[in-house]
Structure formats: C-alpha cells, structure tokens
C-alpha cells in the first residue's frame, strides 16, 4: 500500500522561503489530484493548493508567493513558498483526490489520501 510523506518544514522568519516535498510511494500523482493543506489547532484544514493535469489552483492567501509543482521521475509533490508570513505558519499535509481536481478543490472531504504532514512556524 501507497503512502505519503512530506518533508522540508522548518521553522524561519518573515519574508523568508521554504520549499516542502510530498513523496508518493505508491499512489500515482500524475493521474490524480494533489493537494497541499495547511492544519492549525482548533481550525479547519485550509486548502493552500491543488494540482492535476489541466492545472494548479491556489488559495486567495497564498496567491502570488506559493508554487505547487510534480515532479513525475521522483513521484514528488512540491511546495514553494516565498515571502512566508506569520499567519503561515501550521501543519502542511499533502493529499491525494482520485481523478481530477474539483472545482471546490479546497475542500478537505473530496481528498482519500493523507500524509502526516511537516511543520512550518513563521515569526517575526
């Protein structure tokens, strides 16, 4: 059985870049939809960004600074954050959507698959 694993968070300041990874062992990006969440204690997951084959989609906060990319000879997931900022910081999970992305991408429920996620803590 497939499993996800992601790496890369860390903790960093203001302004500053991470670039987070999600290892597919066994599930098959490129034929499905994969998402990027970020968790924080007692909040919903927030879909941060979405992939499949006809495109990336993002969330209005991240806009502008993140990039998801696949990465299909190492079945990896990426997650390029720029200009990160306090209110970035949680839990990052990767996920997977059998088939392609829907239009209410951000929706947690629509994802079978999830990682364990990495953390990411922004300060000042």
């Known amino acids: 059985q497939g499993r996800l694993v992601e790496s890369g968070g860390g903790s960093v300041q203001a302004g500053e870049s991470l670039t987070l990874s999600c290892a597919d062992s066994?599930?098959?990006?490129?034929?499905?939809?994969m998402g990027w969440f970020r968790q924080t204690p007692g909040q919903e997951r927030e879909g941060v960004a979405a992939?499949?084959?006809?495109?990336?989609y993002y969330g209005d906060s991240v806009k502008g600074r993140f990039t998801i990319s696949l990465d299909n000879d190492e079945n990896t997931v990426y997650l390029q954050m720029n200009n990160l900022k306090p209110e970035d910081t949680g839990l990052y999970v990767c996920?997977?959507?059998?088939?392609?992305?829907?239009?209410?991408?951000?929706?947690?429920?629509?994802?079978?698959?999830w990682g364990q996620g990495t953390q990411v803590t922004v300060s000042i």
């Open positions: 996920a997977i959507d059998w088939g392609s992305c829907l239009g209410d991408w951000w929706l947690p429920k629509w994802y079978e698959v």
């Open positions: 066994g599930y098959g990006f490129a034929r499905n939809c």
């Open positions: 992939m499949d084959r006809r495109g990336k």
